[in-house]
């Protein structure tokens, strides 16, 4: 199994500044497709997850553009140009390279 | 486009239980749909999928013999199934559905509300 690992495990943060989560995978996500497998999601409190970013740097419909994807082979990185109250919750980034999938152990974004 | 899953469930360990997830809003059988487990307090794991096409299934290897995931198209609802409970099932349990952005399996777009499974006795 491809195993993620994910830091920090907590992210204090301040309305209106930047943030910066990392994701490492075990072996590399790039496909022989040219498309690189690996997805971030977003659980706010007591919520199903949402899909944030997939393929890599792709946001999904309806993600505001503060944040973003990007990273390449092993190492992923999503950002918050400018993290607003409703980004509190949990992130995960996701493998979807090969079965099993496999989540991260999820990063703790709070307003500090 | 949504998933509506199964209301809550408390069980006493050694029941059995299947759990619902169906879909309206798009063509089901075109979607893979996966189950995804997270016990309180923890992170997500992924279970497995099923394709409601032709009922093609893949499991995780951690959940394979532990649970069954099948489909009925004509009502287009995906279950998951315990033969026999026990409290490390105690968990929420989403379904989402799969997206094909690249041409293959790629993102879990479309989320379930969870359906909680409490085995205690």
């Known amino acids: 199994d491809i195993v993620m690992t994910q830091s920090p495990v907590s992210l204090p943060v301040t309305p209106g500044e930047a943030a910066s989560i990392s994701c490492r995978s075990s072996?590399?996500?790039?496909?022989?497709?040219?498309?690189?497998?690996l997805d971030w999601y977003l659980q706010r409190p007591g919520q199903s997850p949402q899909l944030l970013i997939y393929l890599g740097s792709n946001r999904a419909s309806g993600v505001p553009d503060r944040f973003s994807g990007s990273g390449s082979g092993t190492d992923f990185t999503l950002q918050i140009s400018r993290v607003e109250a409703e980004d509190v919750g949990v992130y995960f980034c996701m493998q979807a390279l090969q079965t099993p999938f496999t989540f991260g152990p999820g990063t703790r974004v709070e307003i500090k | 486009v949504q998933l509506v899953q199964s209301g809550a469930e408390v069980r006493e360990p050694g029941d059995s239980l299947k759990i619902s997830c169906q879909g309206s809003g798009y063509f089901f059988m075109k979607y893979w749909i996966g189950w995804v487990r997270q016990k309180p307090g923890k992170g997500l794991e992924w279970m497995g999928m099923i394709y409601p096409g032709d009922s093609e299934t893949i499991y995780s290897p951690s959940f394979e013999g532990q649970v069954t995931i099948s489909v009925d198209r004509s009502t287009r609802n995906a279950y998951l199934e315990w033969s026999s409970l026990t409290a490390s099932d105690t968990a929420i349990y989403y379904c989402?559905?799969?997206?094909?952005?690249?041409?293959?399996?790629?993102?879990?777009?479309?989320w379930g509300q969870g359906t909680m499974v409490i085995v205690s006795s």
């Open positions: 989402a559905r799969l997206e094909t952005y690249s041409g293959r399996n790629d993102a879990f777009e479309i």
């Open positions: 072996q590399g996500l790039l496909n022989s497709n040219g498309y690189t497998y």
